[in-house]
C-alpha cells in the first residue's frame, strides 16, 4: 500500500508539471475562461442594447446568471476533462512514456488514479474563476464546486477510456469532440422545452439542473431527486466502462 502511494504521488507531481509546462494544455485550461469573459460581455451588451434597466432587467437576471454560471460548469468540465485527459494519454503513447511506465511496473490503475486526479484538480480550478467572471455570490461557491466536481467524474472515467483508446494525437482529437459536444448539451436547454428535458438527462444534465435549484435555494427540495439520480447514474456507468475496459486497453498499448 505504501509502494502504491508513492508511485502515484511521484506520478501526481510528473502529471502536474507536464500540465504545467505543456502550452497546449495551458490553453485548454484557459479556453473555458475566455468563453466566460466573452459570455459575460456579449450577454451584458445585449442587455444594455435591448434597453433593459431596472425591474426589467431584474426580471431576467436570475436566468442569465444560472445560464452563466451552468454554461461554467459545463464548459470547465466538457474542455479540461476530455482535453487534458484524451490528447495528454494520447501523447504520452506516442512518445513511448505510458509504454516505459508499464515496463517499470506501474500498474494502469495508478496511472489512472494520477491523471484522473489532476484532472479533477485542473477541472474544479479552472471551475472556480468561471464562477467568478460568471458573478456568482460568494456563498454559492463550495456548493457550484462539489456539483463541478461530481458532474466532472463520469466525463473524466469515459475521458480516461478513449485516452488509452487513442492511437495518436490525432484520434484523440476525434474522440475528445462528442465529449465535449455532449457535456454543453444542457447549455442549449434554453432554445425550447424539448431539448431541456432532453438535456436533463445528458451526463451533465443532472448538476446542470441541480446549481439551477441551488441557486434559487431549493437544492434540499424533492426536486433534486430526478437530477441526483441522473448524476449518480451517469457517474456508475462511466466507472463500469472504466472498470471494464480500462485494463484490456492498457495491456493492449
Known amino acids: ?43 451584458g451588451d445585449t442587455a ?32 479540461v476533462a476530455s482535453m487534458v485527459l484524451i490528447y495528454g494519454i494520447a501523447e504520452e503513447k506516442e512518445k513511448h512514456t505510458l509504454r516505459t511506465l508499464m515496463l517499470a511496473n506501474v500498474g494502469a490503475g495508478e496511472v489512472a488514479a494520477s491523471k484522473g486526479g489532476v484532472t479533477l484538480l485542473a477541472v474544479v480550478a479552472v471551475g472556480a474563476a468561471c464562477f467568478f467572471l460568471a458573478g456568482g455570490e460568494p456563498g454559492l461557491l463550495p456548493v ?19 485516452g488509452l483508446a487513442s492511437r495518436d494525437q490525432m484520434t484523440a482529437g476525434f474522440y475528445s469532440v462528442p465529449v465535449l ?15 431541456k428535458t432532453a438535456a436533463s438527462f445528458t451526463p451533465l444534465g443532472g448538476v446542470y439542473d441541480l446549481l439551477g435549484l441551488a441557486y434559487d435555494g431549493h437544492l ?6 430526478m437530477p441526483l439520480a441522473v448524476t449518480l447514474a451517469w457517474a456508475i456507468a462511466g466507472a463500469a466502462v472504466f472498470a471494464a475496459l480500462y485494463r484490456r486497453l492498457a495491456r493492449d498499448n
Open 1 to 43: 500500500m505504501n509502494a502504491t502511494l508513492r508511485r502515484v504521488g511521484a506520478l501526481v507531481d510528473k502529471d502536474l508539471m507536464d500540465l504545467i509546462k505543456n502550452p497546449t494544455m495551458l490553453v485548454v485550461l484557459l479556453m473555458p475562461i475566455g468563453f466566460m469573459l466573452l459570455f459575460r460581455l456579449v450577454i
Open 48 to 79: 444594455a442594447d435591448a434597453g433593459l434597466t431596472g425591474a426589467d432587467l431584474a426580471s431576467v437576471g436570475g436566468e442569465i446568471d444560472k445560464f452563466l454560471l451552468g454554461s461554467g460548469l459545463c464548459m470547465s468540465i466538457g474542455m
Open 144 to 162: 457550484y464546486l462539489a456539483l463541478t466536481a461530481l458532474g466532472a467524474v463520469p466525463v473524466v472515467l469515459i475521458s480516461l477510456v478513449l
Open 181 to 195: 459536444l455532449l457535456a454543453l448539451v444542457p447549455t442549449f436547454g434554453m432554445a425550447s422545452e424539448a431539448i
Open 220 to 225: 434540499l427540495s424533492a426536486d433534486a431527486l
